[in-house]
């Protein structure tokens, strides 16, 4: 391992599980993962080796067959996940943020229900909030839930849009509006958990509920990305999370919190992995006599790419300690995921600069990263969005006294 992104302070376990990750990652995902995103596959083969190690019920509690680690555990698991291939983190991303969000506001019931299996990697969850018109806005969400005379069912209408899994996931956390007669829209939002079989198309179990196929994209590829319709799907009240309408959009905002300190964990991931590819490029390629990491212009970006990996890294790893301690980290968190994207885009960049013309080869591996970059700058909510969270928590940490 390099000198960059070290982390003090870690106990033995922890240690034990992030060598076993980075192992599994240099041995099975690196040497294959340019090949399979080329082919947009999904990484079958991977998946199985990561449900082995328990990495789908790394926080899920033990007593429900998880191995109950932090957040900072799960966080740095995914920054060497994603440092061989960012779609694979993205599959343990969504599934993830489910797992918590049922074990921080589920029912007793759904906690049982759920979790064993996920822990295990049986059923895998994906999550669901935007939809095709929405934007950054949540309180726009226009797909709803209406109660049938009985009371005890909902009938759910409309279109969401960006489920990361939402083809191979087993159960999904669905933001819709219910309408609980409160003057703020956010008070009429509810999450649904829709159980489904995995595929695409019409659902076999679920009447009413459609998995188009996958989302092409420019890069993100092998995960599968995917709207979701939903016509008269009818679902009992015991599946909304928590048991109690109108709480969906805190709960949400909750998972989301956890899932901008994985984004910042990819980008700080795919920073390391873009400085390691350019920095061993650099010692390799000759140019007017000698190896072009000799040049002082080439020393000036690795000396920049190596500072904003590391200052990335330590942003990460405060935010993710922070929620482990119980504190509000959304300040933290905004910051993380603002600050790791952004540098992971700009590190990709120098790293594609530094390759000159065979960094525009899909036959080098910084191809691969260039792509995939872009995506961490608006996933689990743009630049602009933190920008505005960390603003607004900035003004209530400094606001004068009247």
């Known amino acids: 391992m390099g000198r960059l992104a070290q982390t003090e302070g870690l106990n033995e376990i922890q240690q034990e599980i992030l060598a076993t990750v980075r192992s599994f990652v240099d041995k099975e995902i690196i040497p294959v993962a340019t090949e399979l995103e080329h082919r947009d596959e999904y990484p079958t083969d991977i998946v199985e080796g990561l ?34 291939w960012m779609s694979v983190s993205g599959i343990i991303n969504t599934h993830f ?18 979790l064993p299996r996920m822990a295990t990697g049986e059923i895998r969850g994906a999550f669901s909030m935007s939809e095709p018109g929405l934007g950054s806005d949540v309180s726009a969400i226009s797909t709803k839930g209406v109660k049938d005379e009985s009371g005890e069912f909902y009938v759910l209408n409309g279109q969401k849009m960006w489920l990361t899994n939402g083809g191979t996931s087993s159960v999904i956390a669905c933001l819709v509006k219910t309408d609980e007669g409160h003057a703020s829209p956010y008070k009429n939002l509810t999450t649904f958990l829709i159980e489904k079989t995995p595929g695409f198309g019409p659902n076999e179990t679920v009447p009413g509920l459609t998995v188009p196929g996958k989302i092409e994209k420019m890069g993100y590829k092998g995960v599968d990305t995917t709207e979701l319709v939903l016509e008269d799907v009818k679902l009992p009240a015991d599946r909304i999370l928590g048991g109690v309408p109108g709480r969906g959009f805190y709960q949400m905002m909750d998972g ?31 140019t007017f006599g000698k190896k072009i990491a000799e040049h002082q212009a080439i020393q000036f970006k690795l000396a920049e790419m190596a500072t904003k990996v590391e200052a990335a890294h330590q942003m990460m790893v405060m935010a993710a300690r922070k929620k482990d301690s ?11 995921k603002y600050l790791a994207s952004e540098y992971c885009k700009e590190v990709v960049e120098d790293s594609f600069r530094i390759h000159g013309g065979y960094g525009f080869s899909k036959e080098y591996e910084i191809e691969r990263l260039y792509r995939e970059a872009p995506m961490l700058l608006i996933g689990e909510g743009t630049a602009e969005i933190q920008k505005m969270i960390v603003g607004r928590r900035l003004l209530e940490e400094y606001k004068l006294a009247e």
Do not use: W
Request: charged share 20%; aromatic share 8%; with cysteine.
């Open 51 to 84: 449900k082995e190690m328990g990495i789908f019920g790394l926080m899920i509690p033990e007593e429900y067959g998880g191995l109950g680690e932090s957040l900072l555990t799960y966080a740095l698991t995914v920054e060497e996940i994603a440092r061989g």
């Open 97 to 114: 943020i489910v797992a918590y969000m049922i074990n921080a506001h589920g029912t007793q019931e759904q906690k049982d229900y759920f």
């Open 256 to 286: 989301v919190e956890v899932g901008r300190v994985n984004v910042a964990a990819r980008g700080c991931g795919v920073a390391q992995r873009a400085f390691e590819l350019g920095i061993r490029y650099a010692q390799q390629r000759q």
């Open 326 to 336: 119980g504190q509000r980290n959304d300040l933290e968190a905004g910051m993380a």
